[in-house]
């Protein structure tokens, strides 16, 4: 008898299903990973079989720097948002600033700078106004560059050709994917609390190419060196503000960018970062709570002054 879980009305899974996600869009998920991504389809009510959701394993190799991200697509991140209600779409096209001196046939075929994609939210207090809601996206931050390697005249031995390329869809489909870039960052300011802890795909590529590429390369001192460049050694994904990317945080310097960030943060970027970030600060939290308890009293002190900056202010 095949037992059936249901992840949200109308969408059931039997065992016989639950195990063909596993052999693709979760295959490199072990137990506890693949229970995580489950529950996470089933509680944010999206389907792995019509490909809005998947999951990405970095370092899976090395258990203890093996860390999961979930990843769905930007039609996956709409549906989201539209369940809320509360969402609309633009009609305008994206706008893509490019430069002529950024082009470079291998890792900026069209020169693109950036992408600026707007959504509009339904404003809660004004019923029949919506407000625009920007995303921002550049090019340098998302693409996913990687370097070529070759053989050394030693055996195992590899060595970088000074050449880098763009991978996946990049090459063929830059302004679609720097422009899903941006559109998953407006999703995600306009519904942090929705969207928390699932990046869209194309955020996701260059932390994919570079793990991928590492995990080619051979020598302590290539490992090192990968280590240095992606920052997983221990680290964990944030975002620290509505217009920045997300970015893997090294453990011991998380505290240290929270503080910084605190002293710059008004309310709505204090109640921003805490709501698309809930999933990694409980995960900072249970790994370096010391750290963590550090992080939540800069918060807390900024929320403190500007809730006195606002009792000082004339009625």
């Not at 693409?143 to 005249?153: H, L, M, Y």
């Not at 680290?235 to 503080?259: C, K």
Request: hydrophobic share 40%.
């Amino acid at each position: 008898m095949n037992a059936i879980v249901q992840l949200r009305p109308g969408a059931e899974y039997t065992g016989a299903q639950l195990a063909l996600i596993k052999r693709t869009v979760a295959k490199d998920t072990n137990t506890d990973e693949f229970d995580l991504f489950m529950s996470v389809a089933k509680m944010k009510g999206l389907d792995p079989f019509s490909k809005q959701l998947s999951a990405i394993v970095f370092n899976k190799d090395k258990a203890d720097k093996r860390n999961m991200s979930i990843i769905t697509t930007i039609d996956g991140m709409r549906a989201i948002a539209a369940r809320s209600g509360r969402y609309r779409p633009d009609e305008a096209e994206p706008i893509i600033e490019y430069d002529p001196e950024a082009k470079n046939p291998q890792t900026n075929p069209l020169g693109i700078v950036k992408a600026v994609v707007r959504i509009w939210i339904a404003d809660t207090t004004k019923p029949g106004a919506w407000n625009p809601v920007t995303g921002f996206a550049y090019w340098d931050e998302f693409a996913p560059i990687k370097d070529e390697w070759e053989w050394g005249e030693k055996k195992g031995e590899r060595k970088k050709t000074g050449k880098q390329t763009l991978d996946g869809n990049w090459p063929k489909m830059g302004r679609v994917m720097i422009c899903k870039c941006a559109e998953a960052q407006a999703i995600r300011k306009a519904f942090p609390e929705d969207l928390s802890g699932l990046y869209e795909g194309a955020e996701m590529d260059r932390a994919t190419v570079i793990d991928v590429t590492a995990s080619e390369i051979i020598g302590a001192h290539d490992e090192e060196n990968r280590l240095r460049r992606i920052g997983a050694a221990n680290s964990i994904m944030f975002q620290m503000t509505g217009a920045s990317p997300l970015e893997p945080i090294p453990l011991g310097q998380i505290a240290d960018r929270i503080v910084e960030a605190a002293k710059e943060f008004d309310l709505q970027q204090i109640r921003f970062f805490e709501s698309a970030n809930t999933h990694p600060l409980r995960e900072f939290w249970a790994r370096a709570p010391t750290d963590a308890l550090e992080a939540k009293k800069a918060l807390e002190t900024r929320k403190a002054e500007l809730a006195a900056e606002a009792d000082r202010e004339p009625a």
